[in-house]
T-cell receptor, first 115, second 111 residues
Framework: GAGVSQSPSNKVTEKGKDVELRCDPI?????LYWYRQSLGQGLEFLIY????????KSGLPSDRFSAERTGGSVSTLTIQRTQQEDSAVYLC?????????????FGPGTRLTVL | EDKVVQSPLSLVVHEGDTVTLNCSYE??????LLWYKQEKKAPTFLFML????IEKKSGRLSSILDKKELFSILNITATQTGDSAVYLC???????????FGAGTRLAVHP
């Protein structure tokens, strides 16, 4: 079946503009995660959704970042008033549930460049 | 603060060599440790380790976990140029499936 898909694959924007990044998880996966990978760094957790529960937003770096997941499927990560330090690859992952044993499968990511 | 440390940060070998990648961790409530391979953007899952001393093997790759000493190793034997990638180690701590990643080891295999 289809894997996790993300769009756009690349996004170049000017400082101060808002951007929206989209993630389509694997069908049937109830848990969805957003991570950020800055140049030369490991992946940094941002936010995760599990079913209809309130999301865990503990990794969001500032209030300019927000995410929503509509209908328990597609998720959108929004960054308002982008800054140059927001430049990174944003990766989305999904798993069957949020149980610690469930493998997370990653999408191809969106490379965001803020000029 | 939960922490995952990988070493070395980068490694250059020739085809046919055997490599060992290291991952140590300090977390409050360890559940499992995972290895991923990242060639371009999407990390692909390799192994999940939960119990100490039980080797997981897939072809030329193998991995083992030591929960007493808080580390794991990933071995790749008879390396090939296709093994060139960043290898990421991640730990799950607590009741959530939130992954805490190390910075990765960049492996380059030359012909």
């Amino acid at each position: 079946g289809a894997g996790v898909s993300q769009s756009p694959s690349n996004k170049v924007t000017e400082k101060g503009k808002d951007v929206e990044l989209r993630c389509d998880p694997i069908s049937g996966h109830t848990a969805l995660y957003w991570y950020r990978q800055s140049l030369g760094q490991g992946l940094e957790f941002l936010i995760y959704f599990q079913g209809n529960s309130a999301p865990d937003k503990s990794g969001l770096p500032s209030d300019r970042f927000s995410a929503e997941r509509t209908g328990g499927s597609v998720s959108t990560l929004t960054i308002q008033r982008t800054q140059q330090e927001d430049s990174a690859v944003y990766l989305c992952a999904s798993s069957l549930s949020a149980a610690p044993g469930d493998t997370q499968y990653f999408g191809p990511g969106t490379r965001l460049t803020v000029l | 603060e939960d922490k995952v440390v990988q070493s070395p940060l980068s490694l250059v070998v020739h085809e046919g060599d055997t490599v060992t990648l290291n991952c140590s961790y300090e977390v409050t409530n360890f559940r499992s440790l995972l290895w991923y391979k990242q060639e371009k953007k999407a990390p692909t899952f390799l192994f999940m380790l939960t119990s100490s001393g039980i080797e997981k093997k897939s072809g030329r790759l193998s991995s083992i976990l030591d929960k007493k000493e808080l580390f794991s190793i990933l071995n790749i034997t008879a390396t090939q140029t296709g093994d060139s990638a960043v290898y990421l180690c991640a730990v799950i701590s607590g009741g959530y499936n939130k992954l805490i990643f190390g910075a990765g080891t960049r492996l380059a295999v030359h012909p």
